[in-house]
């Protein structure tokens, strides 16, 4: 009876289970295993070759680190300009204002859309001979910025940073609106009894409160902007020359254009180990940034 | 009385200027999607040349040449196929293991869970790599149910995990009624646990199928024939062939975002509980 009661139980989370073991444990295994051969993805024969994937990435493969800077730049404007933005907009949304919903719905539209539909429209608009910016720009009288915005290596990476950040603000907004709301305002209300003024209370008051909030919306953008590639594939497709290129473009093309699959899982490896030290980094700051508070 | 009407001024101007800012904003969040629109209402002649946002001439056939000829209508029941199929999946597979998770004790329970949950931490960057060599394996790829299996493994983490945190909270005498009254334990999931889970079901529901329908990377290499592929692959694959019909890639890419935009607008406040219930868990 007992042991019949117990096989129920495990019934329960068996088609979890199941999935779970088949679509990531094994994978997850697989690629360690893979990463140490030289394979093509179809010869029934795998090479061995120890670390040498691994060399190959860290001495040779000068696209990979490009790529990762890159990204790295990317994450950087996303970071800086993006994050500034959505709490400048979740500030403004926070006071007693008119059309807040209205400004709340809108703001989310860009991160529901698929990164595909965001790119192509983002190139058309972009785009160096019949693009609208272009048109613009010389309405407004400076026809000596037009350019081929995506395929001019001088203004191709930022431009995708742009709409990067231009996709991803709206998850940052709608945090940092959450965690403002949950500022007591009496905490207001006794500062300004206190005599202190706007920019007191938002020093020692609203910042502090925010820190980890902070700590973890930017701990979701490196995140999710180190490892963001459709968005380039519909963009650019890592052009011109590479000055697009991301590592995930880079696994990608690792796998489908050279068919090295050993190669493409050790540099999903590499690149899931850095990711894990980043944010390792980033946990131990923001528990420090929390104790001075 | 001077300084009641000068703070009063401040207060105004501050507030117009507040509105300005977040008004621009919010002009630069439309306007790609109203261009989007615009476009695809124009021909081939005169999306090169008109600039207008809303074309004088409306050429709604587009939309019918881009469901026809540009095969759209085809990807967008494949899209809507694979949408709904996963996430019932998602919620049936989630809720079983969730249930279980918060209700039932059994060797391992711990474990187990801890790891579906280290799941949702860990990034495996170029994952769909052996993904694919398994698929091919099992002689999945390339069809439907390989692709529905591995998006429900997509979901299943963060669904358990919001199920079990709504379990755990619901208190249990409803059940323990049903129970005296002879309910078996999978009528207690099916007739009582989840009926009270609707309000978490639809976060569940809401986040998982924007997901499927945004998803790329697998779709791209999992599929290869063009009648299984979903919107986004066929977009991206066939953009080339619309060089020459501009305002067809732009219907195309319509008719993939308006269900998108729709689903958020009814569902919004579900799509706000989860991003920042998110953000409370921490």
């Known amino acids: ?83 500034t933005l959505a709490f400048c907009l979740a500030l403004a949304c926070d006071r007693e204002i008119r059309l ?11 991160p529901v859309l698929s990164e595909v539909v965001v790119g192509l429209v983002w190139q058309w608009i972009l785009d160096g001979n019949y693009g609208i910016l272009n048109s613009w720009l010389i309405k407004l009288g400076f026809p000596h910025l037009v350019r081929n915005w995506l395929s001019d290596p001088r203004t191709a990476l930022n431009c995708v940073a742009i709409v990067h950040s231009w996709k991803g603000f709206g998850w940052g907004f709608l945090i940092f609106l959450a965690g403002l709301q949950t500022i007591p305002r009496e905490l207001y209300e006794a500062a300004k009894v206190d005599g202190a003024d706007a920019w007191q209370m938002f020093r020692n008051i609203t910042i502090p409160l925010m820190i980890p909030v902070m700590m973890l919306v930017a ?44 190669y493409a899982c050790a540099q999903g490896i590499s690149f899931g180990i850095i990711l894990v030290i980043i944010s390792f980094i980033q946990y131990r700051f923001s528990q420090k940034a929390r104790q001075i508070y | 009385m001077n300084s009641f009407f000068y703070y009063n001024a401040k207060k105004v101007i501050l507030n117009i200027i507040i509105h300005i800012f977040l008004l621009s904003i919010a002009a630069t969040c439309l306007f790609p999607l109203i261009w989007m629109i615009g476009s695809s209402l124009k021909t081939q002649q005169t ?18 040449l881009a469901w026809k000829q540009g095969g759209f209508g085809r990807y967008f029941l494949n899209t809507i196929f694979y949408t709904v199929s996963v ?104 007739h009582v646990a989840l009926p009270l889970a609707k309000p978490v079901l639809a976060v569940v529901v809401v986040f998982n199928t924007l997901n499927v329908w945004n998803e790329y990377v697998l779709a791209l290499i999992i599929f290869d024939s063009r009648q299984l592929m979903p919107l986004q692959v066929a977009l991206t ?32 406040k579900y799509i706000i509980k989860g991003v920042t219930q998110g953000a409370i868990v921490e």
């Open chain 2, 237 to 268: 694959t066939f953009q080339g062939e619309f060089i020459t019909q501009y305002p067809l890639l732009m219907a195309g890419l319509t008719i993939t975002a308006i269900p998108v935009i729709l689903i958020y607008i009814l569902m919004q």
């Open chain 2, 47 to 64: 999306v090169f040349r008109d600039f207008s946002l809303i074309p004088k001439e409306m050429h709604w056939e587009n939309y019918y």
């Open chain 2, 87 to 190: 996430v019932l999946g998602i919620v049936f597979v989630s809720s079983l293991a969730a249930y279980a998770f918060s209700r039932f004790e059994f060797v391992g329970k711990n474990l187990i869970f801890y790891m579906f949950m280290a799941a949702m931490m860990i990034p495996i960057p170029g994952s769909f790599v052996p993904l694919y060599v398994l698929l091919n394996k099992l002689h999945l790829r390339n069809t439907p149910l390989g692709y529905i299996l591995c998006m429900i493994n997509v979901g299943l983490s963060t669904s358990i995990f919001l199920l079990k945190t709504f379990f755990d909270k619901t208190p249990r005498e409803l059940e323990d009624a049903a129970r005296i009254d002879g309910c078996s334990k999978l009528g207690l999931w099916w």
């Open chain 1, 219 to 262: 701990i979701l953008t490196v995140l999710g902007t180190m490892q963001a590639f459709v968005l380039i594939i519909a963009m650019t497709g890592g052009g011109p020359a590479y000055h697009t290129e991301v590592p995930v473009l880079r696994i990608l093309a690792s796998m489908r254009g050279s068919s090295r699959f050993g």
């Open chain 1, 100 to 110: 807040r919903n209205f400004y709340r719905t809108i703001f989310f539209i860009p």
């Open chain 1, 1 to 83: 009876m007992r042991i019949k009661l117990t096989l129920q139980n495990y019934l329960f989370i068996l088609p979890a289970l199941i999935i779970f073991s088949i679509f990531y444990i094994y994978p997850f295994y697989k690629v360690f295993q893979l990463g140490l051969y030289e394979w093509d993805g179809i010869s029934p024969v795998k090479l061995f070759v120890g670390l040498a994937n691994f060399k190959e990435i860290i001495f040779e493969d000068k696209i990979w680190w490009r790529s990762m800077l890159n990204a790295a730049y990317i994450t950087f404007i996303a970071l800086t300009f993006q994050n």
